[in-house]
């Protein structure tokens, strides 16, 4: 007992997140009237930061929230994050990128009004 205890408090420490916020999407599609699952994506942000390297697709959307910005991803092959930028007319630029913070770490740099996505 005293084992399952333990590993049952190790999974919810490494479940738990305290300084990130997350962002599951989902996609769906219409095949026949009904809603078939095709993709799904669990980002983390990382807020006021950007990764600063030459994206795969920059896109500008009118909106407000990034969930647009992720699913865009999501379509996109080799889609690993997503820099989303606050525009000054409150638009959302969408910056898709072919790698992660983990592997470009001295391009992940501060930025405010900015939120980097990555997969989880």
């Known amino acids: ?10 999974w ?10 997350h962002q599951q999407i989902r996609r769906f599609s219409q095949i026949s009237g009904k809603n078939v699952f095709y ?3 669990n980002m983390v942000a ?7 390297v030459t994206a795969l697709q920059t896109i500008t959307i009118n909106t407000t929230s990034p969930a647009k910005c ?6 996109v092959e080799n889609c690993n994050s997503v820099n989303v ?28 009004e900015s939120t980097h996505y990555a997969i989880k």
Request: hydrophobic content about 40%; some cysteine.
């Open 46 to 52: 990382h807020q006021d930061h950007i990764l600063n």
């Open 85 to 112: 930028i606050i525009e000054q007319n409150g638009d959302l630029e969408c910056q898709l990128l072919d790698t992660d913070r983990f592997r470009n770490s001295s391009s992940f740099i501060p930025q405010t």
């Open 1 to 10: 007992m005293m084992i399952f205890c333990s590993i049952f408090i190790y």
């Open 12 to 21: 919810m420490l490494l479940l738990s997140t305290t300084c990130a916020q």
């Open 39 to 41: 993709g799904y994506a």
């Open 70 to 75: 992720i699913t865009n991803c999501i379509d």
